[in-house]
């Protein structure tokens, strides 16, 4: 039922209904009104899960581990910094691969210090081997977190996952939301079945220690589950689409691209905002599209180069930048396109917190069309 | 696609008033988007807070640049804010104000003072002027009913304080309506 509500407790709703057993996270800005909503649920007996409450993200994001380990269905949420503290930790848990599911209210990281919104946290742990999906708005910041869920459980992926929503733009945000209800939730998502579990009547060891005769297999093992979860992204996603009517079978999304003579690429929240800023360029005449990433990891180079076999360029909006090289979608998307003869144009703007309008947009498709890219958008030179 | 732009100072409720305004309008059957100017929120600094009103759903998420619609829940903001920045030629302007708002709002915009600190004062007995202002919104833009905002605001607040919340909200909608 279509509800307006604000980000923060339609995704508190979501992870509610998904019925995790384990809660431990620790309040930051700004992904605070989401785990404030998931104490009241469980103090108020509407969610039967434990809620450990922690000193730090490092130990919330621990007990996690443990309770995981142990075969409960987990749940976590942080941010920038609190995200940085738990940079050993995501290691740990996607290495021993359990299939915690954590919301990311994407932050920017200190130091200077900003409370406000870029996507360097999650990307900072790009690396870090855990999925992560990318909302655009409220809805698919809810619908994610079945389909993370789903996903990161299959026994073909055993992964954690991200679910990351722009912090403040999407978290404090106020709108129209179809949330589903416990039923469909639960004919969605049944109780999480653990292939192997912490058991004191059976005992197995987990992350343990390995000599270099086995370290590279583990990577390799981790790296080829990574890969199975692109079906298993696929599978989910159709299942939720045949179920509630909306689709995300596929890790990329276009808008407007057929014909498109400019394709932007971006992920998140910036999507909309593009999308309006299409509309507006091609009733000037202008044939530009839109090809969303809305699952960053595994990356989705195919579907990226299938997308953009008929485009003369591309422009990459990257809320982050991988300091001394690019933004880091950038690198990718460049990496996704080797071989073919596609200028890829980079941008890294609207870090922490600056504000992205359709004219910055309608600009950068301008400096797209004369070439100019791999830059900084939206210098205030006059303090440099 | 409408914009509305509320300006005030941390512990207003300017925020508040963004949401129940979007929550009423949604109860209206229109796409409503509420969302603060994310910053630092201390008591007594500007705050700025949105609502986007559309008849489709709304993507954009940018600020609220050029709007339709201005509330001021301060008029001393009007010395270090300049609130009335980028109002659409036809918009309406809102200011709580006792006095005759000492600043011009630009041609063709409808001004609108309240005194919503006194209506406050009177029913409430607290200075907090978001609900009364969101009772004046109502009836001068339309972009929401009345009884909507009654709901809205009884989702909120509890028994008394929404009873005391919706009678300030009305007062200031009746004086509004008699062309206040």
Not at chain 1, 101 to 125: E, H, Y
Not at chain 1, 179 to 198: C, G, T
Not at chain 1, 237 to 245: C, L, P, Q, V, Y
Not at chain 1, 322 to 338: F, H, M, P
Request: hydrophobic share 45%; charged share 25%; aromatic share 8%.
């Amino acid at each position: 039922m279509l509800e307006i509500t604000e980000g923060s407790h339609a995704v508190a709703k979501a992870v509610k209904m998904s019925r995790p057993q384990v809660i431990a996270a620790y309040p930051i800005t700004p992904q605070t009104h989401i785990v404030e909503a998931l104490a009241d649920m469980v103090a108020d007996c509407e969610l039967d899960a434990e809620y450990i409450t922690v000193e730090s993200e490092f130990s919330a994001l621990s007990a996690c581990l443990g309770a995981s380990a142990a075969g409960s269905r987990t749940y976590s949420a942080t941010t920038s910094q609190g995200l940085a503290l738990m940079f050993e930790v995501c290691f740990n848990v996607s290495g021993m691969r359990l299939p915690v599911v954590m919301t990311i209210a994407n932050r920017a990281l200190g130091a200077p210090l900003s409370i406000w919104n870029d996507q360097q946290d999650s990307i900072a742990l790009r690396d870090s081997g855990w999925l992560q999906f990318y909302a655009e708005d409220n809805q698919e910041a809810t619908d994610l977190h079945y389909i993370a869920y789903k996903v990161a459980e299959n026994p073909e992926v055993l992964l954690p996952a991200f679910v990351c929503f722009d912090g403040f733009i999407l978290s404090h945000t106020y709108e129209p939301v179809d949330m589903l209800s416990q039923e469909d939730v639960d004919r969605y998502l049944p109780a999480y079945k653990p292939v192997q579990r912490l058991d004191a009547d059976d005992p197995i060891s987990m992350g343990m220690y390995a000599t270099p005769e086995y370290y590279l297999e583990f990577r390799y093992e981790h790296d080829q589950a990574m890969k199975r979860a692109r079906n298993a992204i696929n599978k989910a996603g159709k299942e939720f689409g045949e179920m509630f009517g909306r689709d995300y079978s596929a890790l990329v999304e276009g808008y407007r691209l057929e014909d498109a003579d400019t394709a932007i690429i971006a992920m998140g929240s910036l999507c909309g905002t593009i999308k309006d800023a299409i509309d507006e360029m091609r009733s000037a005449g202008k044939k530009v599209g839109l090809l969303k990433i809305r699952c960053f990891r595994p990356f989705p180079a195919e579907e990226i180069r299938n997308a953009l076999s008929h485009v003369k360029r591309v422009a990459v909006l990257d809320k982050n930048v991988s300091v001394g090289a690019k933004g880091a979608v950038a690198i990718e998307v460049r990496d996704a396109l080797y071989g073919k003869a596609l200028p890829v144009l980079g941008y890294v703007l609207g870090l922490g917190g600056r504000d992205v309008r359709i004219s910055d947009i309608r600009n950068i498709v301008s400096l797209a069309e004369s070439g100019k890219g791999d830059q900084f958008y939206g210098l205030r030179t006059e303090v440099l | 696609m409408r914009e509305l732009r509320i300006h005030g100072r941390g512990g207003q409720g300017s925020v508040t008033a963004a949401e129940l305004i979007a929550v009423a309008a949604f109860e209206g059957g229109v796409y409503a988007q509420a969302f603060p100017a994310f910053g630092v929120e201390r008591r007594g600094a500007p705050v700025q807070a949105f609502v986007r009103f559309n008849d489709q759903a709304i993507r954009l998420r940018s600020q609220v640049y050029e709007p339709d619609y201005i509330i001021v829940q301060d008029s001393t903001l009007i010395r270090d804010v300049n609130v009335f920045l980028g109002v659409k030629p036809g918009g309406i302007v809102i200011v709580n104000s006792g006095k005759k708002v000492d600043a011009s709002v630009p041609a063709g915009v409808r001004l609108i003072t309240i005194d919503a600190t006194s209506i406050a004062l009177e029913v409430l007995g607290l200075p907090i002027t978001n609900t009364t202002l969101m009772g004046a919104f109502a009836a001068a833009t339309g972009e929401i009913k009345f009884s909507a905002l009654e709901n809205a605001l009884r989702n909120r607040f509890r028994g008394d304080l929404a009873d005391k919340n919706i009678m300030a909200a009305k007062k200031a909608y009746d004086m509004v309506q008699g062309g206040a």
